[in-house]
């Protein structure tokens, strides 16, 4: 059973372009969870979703930041117009109920 | 609001030798609590938990009880490998599902042979 899986590993963009971090569950995870970790600091939810739906996004900042979990596909975690202070690693973590399961997460770096 | 603080990194350990890695939390509610385990290039991977005060949860020869008197919920084992080398994260929650967690800063943990 494969773990989650996230793309790109290692993600470089220069400001003002938009990035996108997908995010594929484990087999039979219906709930999927962003997670941002700024340098020197630890993981800060950013937002929990279902299929189709958004449950809690009280951690995403208001603006140029979005997420999805369509019917079909991975989670995707879109970025518009990105600054360098959005530089971090994005991990994110699928459950059913309980325990969550991260994957490896998705360093994105801003030049 | 809630927090999460651990002792700060990194920490080197001969084999053998014991670990304690310190970690307090402010919670408005009753909080369940967490360490999850990094290992070099993995995601986070749940070490142990404990839900309610005074439990102890163990896991792989590591142990935490969960102390609501002090707010803690440090992370022991009595003889650390070479093998347990990677950054731990203590974390709580205070909704029923577990998913949505406040992390500490993480600490790194090196054993040499």
């Known amino acids: 059973n494969a773990g989650v899986m996230q793309n790109p590993r290692h993600l470089v963009r220069r400001r003002g372009q938009e990035a996108r971090l997908r995010c594929s569950p484990m087999?039979?995870?219906?709930?999927v969870y962003w997670y941002r970790q700024l340098p020197e600091e630890g993981l800060k939810f950013m937002v929990y979703?279902?299929?189709?739906?958004?449950?809690?996004e009280s951690g995403m900042p208001k603006e140029r930041f979005s997420a999805e979990f369509p019917k079909e596909g991975p989670s995707i975690l879109r970025i518009q117009q990105v600054v360098r202070g959005d530089s971090a690693a994005y991990f994110c973590?699928?459950?059913?109920?309980?325990?969550?399961?991260f994957g490896e997460g998705s360093r994105l770096t801003v030049l | 609001g809630d927090s999460v603080t651990q002792m700060e990194g990194p920490v080197t350990l001969s084999e053998e030798a014991c670990l304690t890695i310190?970690?307090?939390?402010?919670?408005?509610?009753?909080?369940?609590l967490f360490w999850y385990v990094q290992y070099p290039g993995e995601g986070l991977q749940l070490l142990l938990k404990?839900?309610?005060?005074?439990d102890k949860g163990s896991n792989k020869g590591f142990e935490a009880t969960y102390r609501k008197e002090t707010t803690s919920f440090h992370l022991e084992k009595g003889s650390v490998q070479v093998s347990d080398s990677a950054v731990y994260f203590c974390?709580?929650?205070?909704?029923?599902?577990?998913?949505?967690?406040?992390f500490g800063q993480g600490t790194e943990l090196s054993v040499k042979p």
């Open positions: 973590a699928s459950s059913t109920t309980g325990e969550l399961f």
């Open positions: 087999k039979g995870h219906s709930h």
């Open positions: 979703l279902q299929k189709e739906n958004i449950i809690d």
């Open positions: 310190n970690c307090t939390y402010t919670a408005t509610g009753y909080p369940s």
């Open positions: 404990a839900t309610k005060a005074d």
């Open positions: 974390a709580l929650s205070e909704d029923n599902q577990g998913g949505k967690l406040i």
